[in-house]
């Protein structure tokens, strides 16, 4: 098999694999967009929070 044939076979089976592909909606879409970015900054307020409470720690304990 040359590498034409291996290249056009390839994206053959991509374009019949992408076919199976169900996408989501455009609703799903903005659902999915809205929970990560929440995810997002709860995580970053959290991390945060730490951050800013072990800097305060350190600064009283260690550093003074």
Known sequence: M???EKT????KE?????AKVKWPTRKETINYT???ISVSLAVAAFLGTLDFVFTYLLN???LK
């Not at 056009?8 to 994206?11: E, I, V």
């Not at 991509?14 to 992408?18: F, L, P």
């Open 14 to 18: 991509v374009r019949i694999e992408m």
């Open 34 to 36: 809205i929970v990560v």
């Open 60 to 62: 009283i304990f260690i």
């Open 2 to 4: 040359s590498y034409v």
């Open 8 to 11: 056009k076979n390839y994206f």
